[in-house]
């Protein structure tokens, strides 16, 4: 019997302004599955920071933007970006990695550790 794949339901960009700042920057994607699980990608020192107020929000207040610990966080919705090119099922999050990563590397650079071979060689898991 084959294992039912798991799908995805929402896909975010997860955008941060820091205290005292102007501008809003992309700090981590954030995908949700068909279970209510969310899987977060971000870097080690932000991770706890993000996972906090992914928790502690509805979804729906993310995405209008939420301040949390002096920080202003938004969502920004991009299923229908990767819906174009991909089945939305999470065993593409490493592939959706990767085409995000290459919009723009420079602002996607949280990506590059789970993105880099050693990562890899250590499982990928979702």
């Known amino acids: 019997m084959k294992k039912k794949r798991t799908a995805l339901t929402k896909i975010y960009l997860v955008n941060v302004e820091d205290p005292d700042?102007?501008?809003f920057k992309p700090e981590a994607v954030l995908f949700l599955d068909?279970?209510?699980?969310?899987?977060l990608y971000t870097t080690d020192s932000r991770h706890n920071f993000l996972r906090a107020a992914v928790q502690k929000y509805p979804y729906q207040e993310l995405e209008d933007g939420v301040h949390?610990?002096?920080h202003h966080l938004q969502l920004h919705d991009i299923t229908l970006q990767l819906g174009?090119?991909?089945?939305?099922?999470?065993?593409?999050?490493?592939?959706?990695?990767?085409?995000?990563?290459?919009?723009s590397p420079r602002q996607h650079f949280y990506l590059e550790k789970h993105?880099?071979?050693?990562s890899l060689q250590n499982g990928f898991i979702p």
């Not at 068909?34 to 899987?39: I, L, S, V």
């Not at 993105?115 to 050693?118: A, E, G, I, P, T």
């Open 34 to 39: 068909e279970n209510g699980y969310f899987t």
């Open 21 to 23: 700042d102007y501008y």
């Open 115 to 118: 993105l880099s071979v050693s």
């Open 84 to 103: 174009e090119e991909y089945d939305l099922l999470v065993d593409e999050m490493f592939a959706m990695l990767h085409t995000i990563y290459n919009w």
């Open 68 to 70: 949390h610990r002096n």
